[in-house]
Structure formats: structure tokens, C-alpha cells
């Protein structure tokens, strides 16, 4: 039997989009793992140089790097040092070769990266003292070269490697590993060891919590941060899993409400109530609270109280303060509050005086629940449909004022009727912020186009098998 499935592919695309607040672009935060502890004033001159002229040419920087290793190699070639002595001259050679790989990974080029990090690992003597310090710089860089190769096997054992460089001396509680434990997160998600990179998130905040006092700034987002990484984990567990997984589910949501409940506190009690400092531990609140789906009315209030925060400023951001309003209508639209439109109304009114494109985001409906159309995925191809066509379902619908969805019609198809209907019943429980006219919610008919696709090998597996593997769209099942 061939039925539309929202399985792995649909998974991999949430986790992708899970990974991008800890993903910052690794070309760049390479460059921190630079040696800078030279002795030779010359080299901490030349180093002072590179980083200023990788600014602007990252290639020649790098290329003057391999350069100056050469240079100390050859200078010091006849030197003649004590068997068994760490060799200045080696380390030093060592430090700009590392320098040199980790300017070419900066500039694109992470194949040549781990390549010449892991001759400069020698050089520095990774085979006699493994858990040195000074070989911590080279094996970070090495590990985020290969995570950008995809090699994420070498970038997990080098984050490990640089891990126990840090317990063997620093402790094991040190707080220097908070950047490997978000390294480790982004691998296990890249791999989809989804508990492990849970693991890593929940020790980053242990040691958080180790080092700092509660209300002090770096833990408040530590921990900030973690809370919405382990909602929008719990998220893509779907609701329709076995009894034990949906337990999962719902203790990684009460995990990630409690984590922000206790953060408001205590910024409530180090900031007053009515503290700026409130408004994203608020919003991050609704947002966990939108995604377990049985939450959308108790989401009302800490969207309120952002609103009321922000109208008790001195200063007013007509932006800042719209957008407020604008949050507040969307998740009344959740909720099936029909005192959305008064929000509406309310955000429209403070950026018509603005500039135009300020209220062109109000021209047509925006579409809330779920975020956006993803593909329905079919077992296998069907039957009566070429090998190669696009599949998908092109459907019309009304939104209405309150948000909602009326009318659906099928307008053109590529797939099976009964494919068709099942994309309208879903569209059918859709959310939409409504459009504004003069400053009023409208209806408005609009038209979207429902694409599908083939998992493949899919149709290796029994119905039984299959249907274990369904992963409903964590939005759409609520």
C-alpha cells in the first residue's frame, strides 16, 4: 500500500534547522584556535601581521604562514638538542605550520586544513605527550576541518581528544570546554546521535551552573540557550510515537518550560519585573510552548507580558513595539483568541506611518501552523504518474480574519486523487496571521501548492515497519 509518510528526509531538515543557533560559521571561529605564544618578538610581530592581512587576503596570509615554518626549519636545521628534549626549534616550526592549515581552513580550503594540522600534531609531539597543552589549539582546528569535510568520526575524536587535553589539566568540570561541548553537539546532531548531543547540552549547563552564580550573565544564557535547544529536540519526537517516546517527549518539554521558568525568576529578582532583560527568556517561553502543542493559550501570557513591558519604556520602538503586537495576534491565532484582530489592528496602526515596506508584510496571510509547506512523502512512486514529474497538489483556500482556513479546493494535482484529499484535510487545520487592509483583518482567497515526494527504498519495508518510522510534522499534528 502507497501512502504519504513525513519520514527522515523531513527529520533531517528539522535537524538541520535545530543546529543553525549553535552553527556559526566555522570558517571563522577557526581563527581563535591560532597559536599566538611565541617567544621570538619577530614571530608574535609576523603573527600581528597575518591576522591584520587576512582581512583582506586570506590566501596570502596563509601562504606566508607555510613560509615562515619553512624558514625556522631550515634556519635551524644543524642545531644539535639533548636526546630526548621537546625541540624548541620543531615547536615553533609546528605552531606556524598549525597557524598556516588553520588560515587555510579560515579561507575555505579544510581538506589541506586537517592535512597539514595533522603533520603540524607531530611536529609538536602529539605521539609522546598526547594530553599536553600545548597541543590543544591544533587538535580543536583539526576537529572543526573535518566536521566542514563531513568527516564527522575524526571531528568527534578530536573534540574528544581536545576534551581530555582540558580534564588532564584544568579539571573535569572546567568551564575552557563549553565551545567542544557545543562542537560535540553540532556533530552528534550532523551524525543524528540525537540523545548524545542532548547529553552534551545538559553538561554544558551542569558545568555553567558549577561556575557561575545564578543570576550572572553568561549562565542566564547558557541556560537560555539550552532550554530552547531541548524544546525544539522535543519537538521533533512526534506525538504519535509509543507510549515510552512520547514520555520522552513531553519530560524534555517539562525539562526545557522549567529551565525558563527559573531563569525569569531570577532575572525578575536581580531586575525587577518590568527589566528589558525579561523579553527573550518570554518569547523563547511561548515559542517552547507553541511547539508542544498543548500549550497555545498558556503561551498568551508571557506574549502579553513582553507587550506590556515594552509600552512601560521611556523610549518606544514603533518597530519593537509592533512586533510585539504582531507575536501577541499570532499566538492568539494558536490559541483560537478571537481578540487577534484587536492585535493586528494595533501593530498595522504603529507602522503605517512608517515606510511603506514597513506594512507590505500585511498585503497577504502569513502562514503559522505549521511554519511552512513541507513535502508529503509517498512509499514509492506512483503508479500511474512518469517516472521524474513533479508531484504536488495545488490547492486554493480562504483565510478568514480569525486566521483560519475555509473553502479548500483542489485546482490542479499530479498525484492521485486520494493523495490530493488527504494534503486539503491537512491544509484544513492550517493557521494563518490574516492580511490587513486600512488597518483591518480581510479575508483573502490565496492559492498554494502542496509538493510531494519518494523516500526511497521505502517500499523495501513492510506496513508494519513503515509505520513505526512515521514522523509526524511536529506543527502540523497539534
Partial sequence: MTRPLIGLPALLTALFLLMVPYNTRAEQSVLSYLYDDFQNPNDRKALANLISETRTSPDLSADHAYSRAEDILSEQASVVLEAEAVNPVTMAAGRWLANAAILDTHAGRPDQ???????ALAMLGADSTPFSAHLFNAVIARGIAAYQLDDFEQAREDFHWGQNILHRNEGVLTFSQAEILNWLT????????????????????RIAEEH?????????????????????????????????????????????????????????QRAGLTSIELINPLRALARIRHLQGTGFRLAEGPLERVLSILQGQETLDNEDLAQAWLDLGDGRVLSGNPSSQDAYREAWTLLASSTPEAIEQFNAPVLLLPKKITPLYLERWPTKTEPGAALYTDLSLIVTE??????????????????????????????FRP????????????????????????????????????????????
Avoid: C
Fill in 212 to 268: 557561575f552564580e545564578d543570576d550572572h550573565e553568561t549562565l542566564t544564557a547558557i541556560k537560555q540557550n539550552v532550554a530552547e535547544y531541548l524544546g525544539q529536540r522535543a519537538s521533533l519526537i512526534s506525538p504519535l510515537e509509543d507510549e515510552p517516546t512520547r514520555a520522552v517527549r513531553q519530560a524534555m518539554f517539562a525539562e526545557s518550560l522549567t529551565l525558563l521558568e527559573e531563569l525569569i525568576q531570577t532575572l525578575e
Fill in 186 to 205: 553540532r556533530v552528534h546532531l550532523s551524525d543524528k546521535e540525537l540523545f548524545k548531543a542532548d547529553t552534551q547540552q545538559r553538561f554544558l549547563l
Fill in 113 to 119: 586544513g586537517l592535512l597539514f594540522l595533522t603533520e
Fill in 402 to 431: 480569525e486566521g483560519k482556513t475555509k473553502g479548500v479546493k483542489i485546482i490542479d494535482r499530479t498525484v492521485s486523487a486520494k493523495y490530493s484529499r488527504w494534503a486539503r484535510s491537512r491544509l484544513s487545520y492550517s493557521r
Fill in 435 to 478: 492580511a490587513v487592509q486600512d488597518g483591518e483583518p480581510v479575508s483573502q482567497t490565496i492559492e498554494l501548492r502542496q509538493p510531494f515526494e519518494v523516500l526511497e527504498k521505502a517500499s523495501e519495508q513492510s506496513d508494519d515497519a513503515a509505520q513505526a518510522e512515521v514522523m509526524a510534522d511536529p506543527q502540523s499534528a497539534n
